[in-house]
């Protein structure tokens, strides 16, 4: 950057230092918050996109979200909430890709960003958050353009998804890899989510630990609350005597839907008069390398001899997503990674106690012994005799349940949005500082 144009950025960023900032552009190039959390490449960071947008519109600061188009029938931009702005940017076919097929369009993503940026007077934007590498790569490319802070949150990294692939998944490519690094050392603010993924971009990709800021995401407690059980049942055509262990997300081996199969054949075989009132619904779709064989957990269920005890549901919107974690006895989360775990959030909200792996972000997401259980494998024995321990022990299941309702109030998404803006102001302080020395020098 020249050292004119660095002065002139500095200059459009002058006054504004230590301040919330005005208008967001947030970039989320594969998923857009539109789309319907549990299926494709929708996930939890849909989630956290949608609330924290929705949360800081209510503060008044504009926020504009950045995604790829993906099909002609989207308008250009679509309001998701007062204050929320989606645009949705050609590049490529009108279709979904392959998160892999993505780095190639990003040239293409990245001009269509630049351009809508070009209609506005000079300083329109005042900060760029992007979500996944992929998003960074273009937030780089747009912060270095425009003279702004540039916030990164990563949700997953390559290298840690590789230490940890579920049997039969596909490791991370090196481009990723590379691509995250790089985003990493141009990011003027990283956020992680838990302080173990704050180590993590400290020790595998060097971060700098003054540029890390830990934020832990919310939960809607609006909508994720407790309510009866029988009424969530009766909803759902579930008997109010049945068993009920509940798994909700996409369906590929990172999320390891199929530990959950297992563990249910495991009861059975132990005590097969539970096949009489046993059932696990399994709530999402396939996506990322669960694609590549859609029936594979229909089949599983199938030769486990479980196939009438489990009930596959399509993803569900928030609401019905609710009454799925108020009628379960259990919510299972046997992830072979996450940044947090969403879901086990809000399953706990819903007062259900929750069962998960003890991997990357949920032991903080989950409290062992208070609100739900870790368990330290994904072998089936083991999250047998986890499961058990909830769902068939009332007294206790009632008692994690209190607790469950406790820990997920210490989240909300009002308080990520707190640090959020906080981080965003350091960022900008950061920057600012950045361009003076690079002006100077």
Not at 189 to 211: F, H, K, M, S
Not at 222 to 232: I, M, T
Request: with cysteine; charged share 20%.
């Amino acid at each position: 950057m020249t050292a004119a144009r660095s002065s002139m950025h500095a200059g459009l960023l002058a006054g504004t230092v230590g301040r919330v900032p005005r208008r967001v552009a947030v970039m989320s190039v594969h998923t857009s918050p539109l789309e319907q959390p549990g299926t494709g490449d929708a996930g939890g960071m849909n989630v956290y996109i949608t609330q924290t947008a929705r949360e800081m519109a209510r503060r008044g600061i504009s926020v504009e979200v950045f995604t790829r188009a993906t099909s002609s029938d989207q308008p250009p931009v679509a309001e998701l909430a007062p204050g929320v702005l989606v645009r949705h940017v050609p590049a490529g076919p009108f279709e979904p890709l392959d998160r892999t097929e993505l780095p190639s369009q990003l040239c293409a993503f990245t001009a269509g960003v630049l351009r809508a940026e070009a209609f506005h007077p000079p300083g329109y934007y005042d900060l760029v958050h992007s979500h996944y590498w992929l998003s960074g790569q273009v937030g780089w490319l747009a912060t270095e353009r425009w003279g702004v802070p540039l916030v990164h949150t990563a949700h997953t990294l390559a290298k840690v998804k590789n230490a940890a692939l579920a049997a039969g998944d596909t490791p991370e490519p090196r481009t990723r890899v590379i691509g995250e690094q790089q985003v990493v050392d141009e990011a003027d603010r990283l956020i992680a989510n838990t302080a173990v993924e704050a180590r993590q971009l400290t020790g595998l990709y060097d971060a700098d630990p003054a540029a890390v800021s830990t934020v832990a995401p919310g939960v809607d407690l609006e909508n994720f609350r407790p309510g009866s059980r029988d009424e969530a049942r009766t909803s759902l055509g579930l008997p109010r005597d049945a068993v009920v262990l509940a798994f909700a997300g996409r369906i590929q081996p990172l999320k390891a839907p199929d530990v959950l199969l297992h563990a249910a054949a495991e009861l059975v075989r132990r005590d097969p008069a539970l096949r009489e009132r046993l059932v696990v619904m399994i709530v999402g779709g396939p996506s990322g390398s669960g694609l590549e064989q859609p029936e594979a957990l229909r089949e599983l269920a199938q030769s486990l001899g479980i196939a009438e005890l489990t009930r596959f549901v399509p993803p569900q919107a928030r609401e019905r997503l609710a009454e799925v974690f108020r009628a379960a006895d259990v919510v299972a989360v046997p992830s072979y990674n996450e940044s947090f775990g969403l879901v086990a959030v809000e399953a706990q909200a819903c007062g259900t106690p929750v069962v998960a792996a003890a991997v990357g972000g949920l032991p903080v997401a989950v409290s062992h012994g208070s609100s739900g259980l870790l368990v330290p494998s994904h072998r089936a024995d083991a999250w047998a005799d986890a499961l058990a321990a909830v769902a068939l022990r009332p007294d206790y299941r009632a008692e994690l349940s209190a607790g469950a309702i406790e820990h997920a109030h210490q989240f909300s998404w009002r308080r990520t949005t707190d640090a959020l803006l906080s981080a965003y102001s350091a960022a900008g302080a950061d920057h600012q500082e950045a361009m003076r020395t690079e002006v100077a020098v």
